[in-house]
């Protein structure tokens, strides 16, 4: 993705076609503004975001937490690693523990 500022396009409109080889990200102040992309690109971009958003969400079998529960239950364990609290396993006792609660 080639990066042009706004006031570079604004002076050159030309560069709009450099979209055709590259997308052109626009920045404005230094922020991103907006991008520019070939139009059968974005079609097809679009046609996949489409196809991805209509899937039904799979259930996969295993019970989902929120992000910020996730972050609270590595910050605990953290806390309770780092105080010696936790007690460690090896990989293999750990896959070994998971392959039986599957049965």
């Known amino acids: 993705m080639t990066t042009i500022t706004a ?14 080889r590259d997308d052109l990200l626009v920045t404005k102040r230094d922020k991103p503004f907006v991008v520019v992309m070939d139009y059968e690109k974005y079609v097809k971009l679009q046609a996949y975001i489409d196809a991805v958003e209509s899937e039904p969400v799979k259930d996969d079998g295993y019970p989902s937490i929120s992000f910020d529960e996730a972050c ?9 690693y780092r ?5 460690t396993v090896s990989i293999g006792t750990m896959r070994s523990k ?5 049965k």
């Open 7 to 20: 006031s570079d396009l604004k002076q050159n409109s030309m560069r709009l076609q450099d979209a055709l």
């Open 72 to 80: 609270d239950r590595v910050a605990e364990a953290v806390t309770d």
């Open 83 to 87: 105080s010696g609290k936790m007690k």
């Open 98 to 102: 998971l392959r039986e609660r599957r």
